[in-house]
C-alpha cells in the first residue's frame, strides 16, 4: 500500500488576497475549501452521513466485513471490477486522499490496500477526527470541496445552521457530487436528499414526522444565486 501523509489527508486550501483594508478580494487555488473543526459540524450532519455512507461507523476498525463481503461478491459477477459500495467513511477518505476514484481502477488489489490503510488510520487517529478530515476534503460540486464550504456556497450560511434538509442533501451529494447538485439537476437531487431522510428514519436519528415535514421543503428553497466564474481566474492561477 502506498504510504499516506497529513497532506493527501487534508487536501489544498486556497489562498485569500487582501486589498489595504484586509479585506478579501480573491482566493487564489485549485479548489474551494474551507477549514471547519470538529465541532462546528452539527449533530444532524454527521447522523445524516452516517445513515446514508456507514451505519456502524463509530463502531468498526475501519472496515465493514459485510460491505467487503458484498464487494467480493461483485468482483466476481463484473469481471473483476468493484461496483458494489460497502466503503466505510474511514475508507472513502482514504480513497479520496490517496487513490483514483475511476471505474476501471476500483480493482480488488486497489480495494485491499484501501483497506489496509483504513484499519492503519483508524489506529492513529480518532473517530471525530477521522469525519472531520472526510467533511473537509469531500468533493461537493463543481469546484466546492469540503461541508463547510458548501453550506456557504449553496445556502450562505456556516456549517454550523445547517437544517435538516440541507444536511440530508450534503449528506447525498458525495455519491455523485455533479449529478446530485441542486443548481444543475434539482429534481435527482431531491430525490436523494429524500432517501437520505428515509435512511435516517430507519437509523432512528429522526422521526418519520420529521423526515415528511424535510421532505415537504422544495430541494431548491434558500439556494444562494450561483456566482458567475470570475474572470481573474485567468489572471491569477494562469
Known sequence: APEITEKDLTGTYSSDLVDMNGEVFYSLGGEEREYASADEYPEV????????????????????????????V?????????????????????????????????????????????IQLERQLSKEQIITLYLNRIHMGGNVYGVATAAEQYYGKPVSELELHEAALFAGMPKAPNYYNPYSNPEEAEKRRNIVLNEMVEFGSITQAEADAAKEIPVTEGLQEPKEEDEN????DG
Open 45 to 72: 450532519l454527521l447522523d445524516a452521513l452516517m445513515a446514508i455512507e456507514d451505519r456502524r461507523f463509530e463502531k468498526h476498525i475501519g472496515i465493514d466485513p459485510i460491505g467487503i463481503a458484498r464487494a467480493a
Open 74 to 118: 461483485g468482483y466476481i459477477t463484473n469481471a473483476g471490477q468493484i461496483v458494489g459500495g460497502g466503503s466505510t467513511i474511514t475508507q472513502q477518505l482514504i480513497k479520496n486522499s490517496v487513490f483514483s476514484s475511476k471505474q476501471e481502477d476500483q480493482t480488488l488489489e486497489r480495494k485491499a490496500q484501501e483497506a489496509w490503510l483504513a
Open 233 to 236: 481566474t485567468l489572471v491569477f
